[in-house]
């Protein structure tokens, strides 16, 4: 058993389809004060951050803890979760057509070990459909995804390539992550 400190439903998803007991609470920490000048420090910042506010909140001598974080990056650019419907439809636009990068950065500590990690997978998009985009933009799925990004759902049949496991894409880099649990 583990503590996802996590509140990502698609993180917790990815646990059970991977076979790991968890509970799942966290606290959260502001992503908005971090300066970064890459995506990958940006990513190793915020699942930092998060680390250190919830391993002072619940240590890890009861449950192993288990901090993530994900950025979605196209264009030399970091696409944090979009604020609103226009901002969505912006990031979209620099996906669409586009090799985007998906970056998780997790931490996993234990009395005895702590592994840090930063993945990436690596997608090859064609160009979206304008009409398909606006629906995806009205379902309102894309709300508090890193990027606006779902390659489970919108971004799916767009896909011409990918380089790394889906499971990084995702939020967990559950393949990483599985030879270090007890």
Not at 36 to 65: H, I, M, W
Not at 146 to 175: D, N, Q, W
């Amino acid at each position: 058993m583990i503590r996802l400190a996590s509140s990502s439903i698609t993180r917790a998803e990815l646990l059970r389809a991977a076979g790991i007991s968890f509970i799942q609470e966290s606290i959260d920490f502001d992503e908005d004060s971090i300066l970064a000048s890459s995506p990958k420090n940006f990513v190793y910042q915020a699942t930092l951050g998060k680390y250190r506010v919830n391993f002072e909140k619940f240590g890890c001598s009861d449950y192993p803890l288990l901090v993530a974080d994900t950025v979605v990056t196209a264009q030399g650019k970091i696409l944090r979760k979009a604020k609103d419907e226009a901002d969505a439809r912006a990031i979209l636009e620099m996906q669409s057509g586009s090799e985007v990068a998906i970056i998780t950065c997790m931490i996993y500590k234990t009395p005895k070990i702590e592994l840090i990690d930063i993945s990436s997978t690596h997608y090859f998009f064609d160009i979206f459909d304008p009409q398909e985009v606006e629906k995806y933009l009205q379902s309102g799925d894309w709300w508090g995804k890193a990027g606006a990004c779902m390659v489970e759902g919108f971004c799916k049949p767009y896909i011409r390539e990918v380089r790394g496991f889906e499971s990084t894409a995702m939020g967990l880099s559950t393949e990483v992550l599985k030879p270090f649990l007890s």
